[in-house]
């Protein structure tokens, strides 16, 4: 038992690591634009580059895992990161960054695929619901001090607060003094090389994977991917994952070129936000899914981000400051509505289709790109516009499916009750 829970503990620390890694990007791109005088699309191939990684990994990374077994899989994942953050941080070019986060990409696409049924197997299958929550709300915390984190190493790397600190006096040795915001790949790659030893000296239990937690055959790929339902809920989580990086990336920079807000203080802050009340809307999420059919809380859910996302680009600064946070809130339970109602939509090979759905986060690679070239031509507020169609895809779903299996609610069990007596 004690070495079960210090696996979910392990689990979770992976959770917060993977989201502190990957969404330090968002308060960044000021960062980047001005310190490679990047235009937007430029800036927006750093994202795409990382989120790439997802679509092209996703389904290797699931044959690797059984082949290999876990441990060894994420302590190749960690170093890969690792790599990735240490060449950054050591030769900060944008070229660099390119390649560097990519490999970053793929390392955090293995530990995602790996970590899963490590956690049912750990907590036991019967707390893996409660488990697998809690560890996205881990995630999410740690996407909201991500940019905290940020702000306090842009702001003290100073010669006065060098002297107070001993870790910012390091941090300031080995970081130029133009560029200080690359500190933060120094911070990643000592997270990375203490997730190596901790890993490598834990025990871990056997992991028998589920139907639904096998990678599948080519076989079973080829005959969903005839289907086209299946192409449907790909491109629902194609658009989601667009919309919430399209949204979560240029938060920061349109507050600047419209607003005037600082992005290392203000700006990083509304991304936090951003993230912070994502993780407070899968609460309030949680709670409406047992009151609610799940088709309808996402339409209104995704109505609801509209309206803010419009708030947000032809609002008042005041307005925008606080209608980009919002639109967070609001596109928290996208993500599992739409993944429930997809497997929930299929009698069979859910372990394969999960694979293709998880390939869909590739849309945080074309968001915030494609926002960024309209951006170059015809103003950031305009290439934010794209958001209504990528949200409007996910508002979409609400109407059109038809799942096999509808979510529980406490109507619908009182009802079934009924019926039984």
């Given at each position: 038992m ?40 430029a800036?927006?191939?750093?994202p ?7 679509g ?16 060894p ?13 240490l ?8 070229g660099?960054?390119i390649?560097s986060?990519?490999?970053?990409g793929?390392?955090m ?11 049912r ?10 488990n697998?929550?809690?560890a996205?709300?881990?995630f ?5 001090l991500?940019p905290l ?9 100073s010669?006065a ?7 910012l ?8 003094a133009?560029?200080?915001?690359v500190s933060?790949?120094?911070?990643f790659?000592a ?5 190596v ?6 025990k ?5 994977r ?14 969903l ?16 994952v ?11 920079e349109?507050?600047?070129r419209?607003h005037?807000y600082?992005?290392?203080t ?37 109505i ?6 419009t ?41 394969p289709?999960?694979?293709?759905l998880?390939?869909g ?10 926002i ?7 103003g950031?507020?305009?290439?934010l516009?794209?958001?209504?169609l990528?949200f409007?895809?996910v ?7 038809k ?5 529980a ?9 009924e019926?039984?007596?």
């Amino acid at each position: 038992m004690a070495r079960n829970r210090t696996m979910v503990g392990l689990v979770f620390l992976t959770f917060f690591v993977m989201s502190l890694i990957t969404n330090i990007l968002n308060p960044l791109i000021p960062d980047i634009i001005s310190s490679y005088r990047a235009t937007l699309t430029a800036a927006a191939l750093l994202p795409l580059s990382l989120f790439i990684a997802y679509g092209v990994i996703s389904i290797p990374a699931g044959f690797w895992v059984e082949r290999f077994a876990e441990k060894p899989v994420m302590v190749a994942a960690f170093l890969a990161t690792m790599a990735g953050t240490l060449s950054f941080a050591l030769f900060p070019a944008y070229g660099v960054a390119i390649a560097s986060l990519f490999v970053i990409g793929a390392g955090m696409t293995v530990l995602q695929v790996a970590i899963n049924p490590l956690l049912r197997v750990a907590g036991g299958e019967e707390h893996f619901a409660y488990n697998s929550t809690l560890a996205q709300l881990i995630f999410g915390l740690a996407s909201a001090l991500s940019p905290l984190l940020y702000s306090y190493l842009v702001e003290n790397l100073s010669g006065a607060s060098q002297q107070r600190n001993p870790l910012l006096a390091v941090l300031a040795a080995v970081t130029p003094a133009r560029l200080p915001w690359v500190s933060v790949y120094w911070i990643f790659s000592a997270c990375c090389i203490v997730m190596v030893l901790v890993i490598a000296w834990l025990k871990f239990p056997l992991v028998e994977r589920t139907e639904g937690e096998r990678a599948g055959s080519v076989q079973m790929y080829a005959a969903l991917l005839r289907k086209p339902l299946v192409w449907f809920y790909f491109l629902s989580i194609f658009c989601y994952v667009a919309s919430e990086q399209g949204t979560s990336n240029w938060i920061s920079e349109f507050l600047f070129r419209y607003h005037g807000y600082d992005p290392h203080t203000t700006g990083a802050s509304a991304v936090a936000w951003f993230w912070g009340l994502m993780t407070a809307g899968c609460l309030v999420g949680m709670g409406l899914l047992k009151l609610f059919d799940s088709r309808k809380v996402l339409i209104a859910f995704s109505i609801a981000a509209l309206l803010c996302l419009t708030a947000a680009l032809f609002g008042s600064s005041r307005v925008a400051l606080y209608a980009f946070p919002s639109v967070g809130l609001f596109a928290s339970v996208m993500w599992p509505v739409l993944i429930s109602l997809a497997l929930n939509s299929v009698s069979e090979h859910h372990g394969p289709f999960t694979g293709i759905l998880s390939t869909g986060i590739v849309g945080g690679a074309a968001g915030p790109f494609i926002i960024g070239q309209i951006g170059d031509h015809f103003g950031l507020r305009a290439g934010l516009c794209f958001l209504y169609l990528t949200f409007g895809c996910v508002l979409s779903v609400g109407f059109w499916a038809k799942p096999l299996i509808t979510n529980a609610t406490v109507q619908l069990k009182k009802a079934v009750a009924e019926r039984g007596t």
